[in-house]
């Protein structure tokens, strides 16, 4: 349901601006403008609640904490040094577009968007070669968080503006990224990938075991959309 108002809101463009202007009653006014205002961090937080409690029902609870563990820490360790050093990603910083941020630094979204990535990009190939190593399986959950971030670059830094790359340059800054912003994201979801811990152990199948890979799909087909309209 909420992907089917980020449907509407992100290809067209509606802000609080827009929102302000078309409620009278300011409490409406305010509480519509405030939902919205985070609406994309609130996005990203129901996605990484489906996809851990999936990991739960498939994994054991204990397998899902530490793999959420060993995603959530190093992945907000890595943006940190990022936004403060330019290293590894290239140099960029966060805005408030993306929610809370921690120590007013990296938005509390961001972690949680490697998680799914990650998370939905480890089901994704489990559900399609259930007999894959370790490395294959790493090595296709990289390819799909690159294709991932390569699909959302446009929208987070041009439309929705939750990162600035450049924030140093003088005048229009480059269309693209920097390449090693891409080659980060491979080399550090590949080692993600080879750690993460997995419950091998004869389990009930989940409910829905192409949960984790529908969450990916339209997350994807969301960001493709903003990219035809926009």
């Given amino acids: 349901m909420w992907t089917g108002v980020g449907f509407v809101v992100m290809p067209l463009g509606i802000g609080e601006a827009e929102v302000r202007g078309w409620l009278g009653t300011p409490g409406w006014r305010d509480a519509a403008a405030a939902l919205l205002h985070h609406s994309d961090a609130v996005w990203i937080v129901l996605a990484?609640?489906?996809?851990?409690?999936?990991?739960?029902?498939?994994?054991?609870?204990?397998?899902?904490?530490?793999?959420?563990?060993?995603?959530?820490?190093?992945?907000?360790?890595?943006?940190?040094?990022?936004?403060?050093?330019?290293?590894?990603?290239?140099?960029?910083?966060?805005?408030?577009?993306?929610?809370?941020?921690?120590?007013?630094?990296?938005?509390?979204?961001?972690?949680?968007?490697?998680?799914?990535?990650?998370?939905?990009?480890?089901?994704?190939?489990?559900?399609?070669?259930?007999?894959?190593?370790?490395?294959?399986?790493?090595?296709?959950?990289?390819?799909?968080?690159?294709?991932?971030?390569?699909?959302?670059e446009y929208v987070a830094w041009k439309v929705r503006a939750y990162w600035v790359w450049y924030p140093q340059s003088h005048g229009a800054p480059p269309a693209w990224p920097p390449l090693q912003n891409y080659l980060s994201w491979f080399v550090l979801s590949f080692a993600l990938g080879m750690v993460l811990p997995a419950n091998h152990e004869l389990r009930p199948p989940p409910p829905s075991p192409w949960r984790p890979v529908l969450v990916l799909l339209l997350m994807n087909a969301l960001l493709a959309f903003v990219h035809l309209v926009r």
């Fill in 48 to 152: 990484a609640a489906v996809v851990y409690l999936h990991a739960a029902a498939a994994e054991g609870l204990a397998t899902a904490r530490l793999q959420a563990i060993m995603i959530l820490v190093p992945s907000t360790i890595f943006e940190w040094v990022g936004t403060r050093t330019g290293f590894p990603f290239g140099p960029y910083r966060y805005t408030d577009n993306f929610g809370w941020r921690l120590g007013g630094v990296v938005p509390l979204a961001i972690p949680l968007a490697w998680l799914v990535v990650l998370l939905c990009g480890r089901y994704a190939v489990l559900r399609c070669y259930a007999a894959v190593t370790r490395l294959e399986l790493a090595l296709g959950m990289a390819c799909i968080a690159v294709l991932t971030d390569f699909n959302l």
